[in-house]
């Protein structure tokens, strides 16, 4: 390969969108690749997907034997941690990925995902090895020396900043509308919030997340909410949601 490079532009050249979709390498490229490189060697493909394949299976009950590549998601440490004894080398693809989300728990839950491999690589005496791109990266050092401390303080003194849980509050609004139906009813939808909380600029911020998700879905933002009474404005914003559509308060993921 030529391993030519080139930035991301500001605006797609196609069509003048900022939204751009990063997607990640994807496990039957991996796979794809993996069996290329080594022919003579078993190799599965585990994820939500593929749980229930025979072979996937027969792998999991101990069914088979000799040496095996098991490339999956983060289902694996979470779901089938008693399988790592039997790994000799416990590899971590495109580290960088999870934080290239935009989310502000993409830290967090990169850390939970590295955390979980590295004790079960220790707890079973595997090699573990992380591909970044950023090794000098404080994350990765932190990692690496096992210091949550100071993950904790940075990553908490970031969301003191932009005004993240728990410095402040958000909620996201999962809209129930077909497709092509949807961009309009969200902006209806926005325009009655902000005419329901005017006067409440300073405290309340909404934006439309449709950066290639399956759902497109409002967020809103409080800077001051305490955490045991929902307040007037959220109350307000409440009454002009149509009754079959979602909200999920601080989610685990944008």
Known sequence: TCTASSEVPVRCPSCSSVRFAYPG?????????ARALFPSVRCLEISSDTIDSEDVQ????GKLHGPTLAIGTSLLPHEY???FKKFGAIGILAADAIPAQLNFRAHEH???VL?????????????LVIQTFTPESEFIQDIISDNFSNFATRTLAERKRFGWPPFGRCIVILPKKEKADRQTTLNSVVQKIKIELAGEENNITIHILDRGMPRERILVRF???S?????PAAKKMFS????EWLVDSDPLSL
Request: net charge negative; glycine share 6%.
């Open 223 to 225: 800077a001051s909410w």
């Open 240 to 243: 002009v949601l149509p009754s």
């Open 115 to 127: 955390a979980a491999l590295s004790m079960l690589a220790a707890k079973h005496g595997s090699h």
């Open 110 to 112: 990169q850390w939970q």
């Open 81 to 83: 941690g008693s399988l």
């Open 58 to 61: 027969a792998y999991l009950n």
């Open 227 to 231: 955490f045991t009474d929902i307040p």
């Open 25 to 33: 390498m994807g496990l039957e490229k991996i796979a794809e690749q």
